[in-house]
């Protein structure tokens, strides 16, 4: 039973590349969740999807972050013209649903922007 | 605004002593909260949580309590070991179709056991 897979788990970008993560989430489970951790700081809530929804952004920067949580296949997040305070480590969490107090959380993606 | 505040960054205790590490939350709305552990370069692991209905939730060495009316809840380790060093997270959730198991983190405490 896989766990919340996350890839890739290292990703250097140079200053205004595109950046895409991937998570797949725990078997049955339809609910993921992104954090980001910046150096020297807790998780901070992103977003929050179901399959083909978006369901609560508000933790996403207004502007070159977006994410996604297709039909088929991972949710990706996807950071584009990455600049270097984009820099840090990525979390992503997977439930079974409403009402599913815990979360799973994968090993992270770590992001270096040079 | 941090809802929830982990003030001691790091905590020392040696092997076998207790390891006790708090968490201070503002938001009324919180009726779920957990603690997860995390080791270097690894995502964070569950380790024990509790309802708002509950004062006090056991699972082998560690104990959660909560006090609801000061909004404070403590993790205790007992006794500690070298394997529990690692930084501990305190995480809040609060009821809502749009919340789903959306959780709110505190900073973190990095608990060292010294053999």
């Known amino acids: 039973n896989a766990g919340v897979m996350q890839n890739p788990r290292h990703l250097v970008r140079r200053r205004g590349q595109e950046a895409r993560l991937r998570c797949s989430p725990m078997k049955g489970h339809s609910h993921v969740y992104w954090y980001r951790q910046l150096p020297e700081e807790g998780l901070k809530f992103m977003v929050y999807l179901q399959k083909e929804n978006i369901i609560d952004e508000s933790g996403m920067p207004k502007e070159r972050f977006s994410a996604e949580f297709p039909k088929e296949g991972p949710s990706i997040l996807r950071i584009q013209q990455v600049v270097r305070g984009d820099s840090a480590a990525y979390f992503c969490a997977s439930s079974r649903g409403v009402g599913d107090t815990e979360a799973f959380f994968g090993q992270g993606t770590r992001l270096t922007v040079v | 605004d941090q809802q929830v505040k982990q003030n001691s960054p790091s905590l020392s205790v040696q092997e076998g002593r207790i390891s006790i590490l708090n968490c201070d939350y503002t938001n009324s709305m919180f009726d779920y909260f957990l603690w997860y552990k995390k080791y270097p370069a690894e995502g964070p692991t569950f380790l024990i949580s509790i309802s708002s209905i509950k004062d006090k939730n056991e699972d082998g060495r560690f104990t959660v309590f909560l006090n609801k009316s000061a909004k404070h809840l403590s993790l205790h380790i007992v006794p500690s070991q070298p394997g529990d060093s690692a930084v501990y997270f305190c995480?809040?959730?609060?009821?809502?179709?749009?919340?789903?198991?959306?959780?709110?983190f505190g900073e973190g405490t990095q608990l060292t056991v010294n053999p």
């Open positions: 995480a809040a959730s609060a009821p809502g179709e749009t919340s789903g198991s959306r959780l709110t």
